[in-house]
């Protein structure tokens, strides 16, 4: 089983950059893929950004692609996003998983094993 907290989010003004943190227990953590969501106010869930249990292999979508950057460190058992030019847009509670499925697949959530409890980023225009 593997539990994860996420970390980093703050407010920021637009055009400002951040990085966020998933920090995770648990031995099978570098067998997972992992996957970064965000929630707004008011709006359902959506996906962000996905990467391979290796740290090879990604996938985005594409309000964040170009701006944001997802990686890993194995080692230290820890997923990253760095979020650059953020907008008012990408105001949210940000949350990363754990899942069984290929990056590209990591949208449909099939095989999630674990959430975090989110972190907040506001951005302000």
């Known amino acids: 089983q593997v539990q994860l907290e996420e970390s980093g989010g703050k407010t920021v003004q637009a055009g400002g950059s951040l990085r966020l943190s998933c920090a995770a227990s648990?031995?099978?953590?570098?067998?997972?893929?992992c996957g970064w969501f965000r929630q707004a106010p008011g709006r359902e869930r959506e996906f962000v950004a996905a990467?391979?249990?290796?740290?090879?292999?990604?996938y985005y979508s594409d309000s964040v692609k170009g701006r944001f950057t997802i990686s890993r460190d194995n080692a230290k058992n820890t997923v990253y996003l760095q979020m650059d030019n953020l907008q008012p847009e990408d105001t949210a509670l940000y949350y990363c998983?754990?899942?069984?499925?290929?990056?590209?697949?990591?949208?449909?959530?099939?095989?999630?094993?674990?959430w975090g409890k989110g972190t907040r980023v506001t951005v302000s225009s």
């Open positions: 648990g031995r099978t953590f570098s067998w997972l893929s």
């Open positions: 998983n754990a899942d069984t499925a290929p990056p590209e697949r990591v949208p449909d959530q099939a095989g999630v094993r674990s």
């Open positions: 990467i391979s249990r290796s740290g090879f292999g990604t």
